[in-house]
């Protein structure tokens, strides 16, 4: 296999593309390059793409992809919600499509050094650029209190209370600095049943987010997207967990009038802003069975996207 072949195809990769309708010539965003599995469809399909990825390793892997695109592919190394600066930067915009792949890759996960399963024994880590606080810092830094919150709200983990308790008393004896500690501390405090998922599988993915701000990267990167598409292009959004999922519902909801009080304002109201964005059903899209028994971390993916119109972007305060 060359380098410029993809090494594995992302979830949904085929729904998401036909999602943003890509036309020859018609200019792209994947905002999730990852080993380029979105941005090689698009190419075939006769796009043109801003790929970025806050990952080096994943920009540095791409080169091959961009030298073979002729011209076709820029690649750039940021974080998605800093969409706005990187295409400033290339020259590059309005977009036709915007694809969010949001999440770690299944690249990330393989790397037993980046620390982010337990699968795998590696350092305590988790930093998808590489840089700033890590996992190993949250573990062994923050009071109890605020693990065991980070552990619920991140994780949505009942036991979030027991987990902080037996990683505190841990860290006493000494610092917890690898995936398997952390993971067989979990499972002791929360002894997992036959079949299911697990016991440290929650707590892992708390950490994660909070170390790389996923749920607030993907809050910026969704009204980034909106500023940036042009009327009729599209956003389309792959989730994993629903957490994830429940933002970007939320968003296309809001952003498509959806739930908005009868037309009729009272005296004094204020008129809501009109819709950015026009819902295109069915959706959510899930994967089939064959691809989720071909990758069982599809199971849990759902896909979102609309078609952008052409009101003004809405200002934060706007909602």
């Not at 062994?140 to 065991?148: Q, R």
Request: hydrophobic share 45%; charged share 25%.
């Amino acid at each position: 296999m060359s380098d410029a072949q993809a090494p594995h195809v992302p979830v949904l990769a085929a729904e998401a593309v036909a999602a943003l309708a890509v036309a020859p010539g018609g200019l792209y965003l994947d905002g999730t390059f990852g080993a380029g599995g979105y941005t090689r469809l698009i190419l075939a399909a006769g796009g043109r793409v801003l790929a970025l990825d806050r990952d080096p390793s994943a920009v540095r892997n791409g080169a091959a992809l961009v030298e073979a695109s002729g011209g076709r592919l820029t690649l750039a190394q940021s974080r998605f919600s800093l969409m706005e600066n990187a295409a400033r930067e290339k020259g590059l915009g309005p977009f036709d499509g915007i694809v969010l792949d949001v999440g770690v890759s299944s690249m990330q996960l393989d790397e037993p050094e980046r620390g982010f399963s337990f699968r795998y024994d590696g350092p305590l880590d988790m930093r998808m650029e590489k840089s700033g606080r890590s996992a190993a810092d949250f573990v062994n830094e923050l009071e109890e209190g605020a693990l065991a919150d980070l552990i619920y709200q991140f994780g949505e983990e009942r036991a979030s209370r027991r987990i902080a308790r037996a990683i505190v008393t841990e860290r006493a004896k000494a610092p917890i600095l690898t995936t398997a500690a952390l993971a067989q501390i979990v499972a002791r405090a929360n002894p997992g049943r036959p079949n299911e998922i697990h016991p440290a599988t929650r707590t892992f993915q708390a950490l994660r987010i909070a170390v790389n701000e996923e749920l607030d990267e993907l809050a910026r990167a969704l009204e980034a997207a909106e500023r940036l598409l042009r009327p009729g292009g599209r956003l389309a959004v792959v989730t994993f967990h629903s957490l994830e999922d429940r933002i970007v519902k939320q968003f296309f909801a809001a952003r498509a009038g959806r739930g908005r009080a009868p037309s009729r304002l009272l005296p004094g109201e204020i008129a809501p802003p009109p819709p950015t964005f026009r819902l295109l059903a069915p959706q959510p899209v899930a994967p089939g069975a064959a691809e989720c028994a071909r990758n069982p971390r599809a199971r849990s993916a759902k896909l979102r996207w609309a078609e952008r119109n052409d009101a003004p972007a809405r200002q934060p305060e706007e909602g």
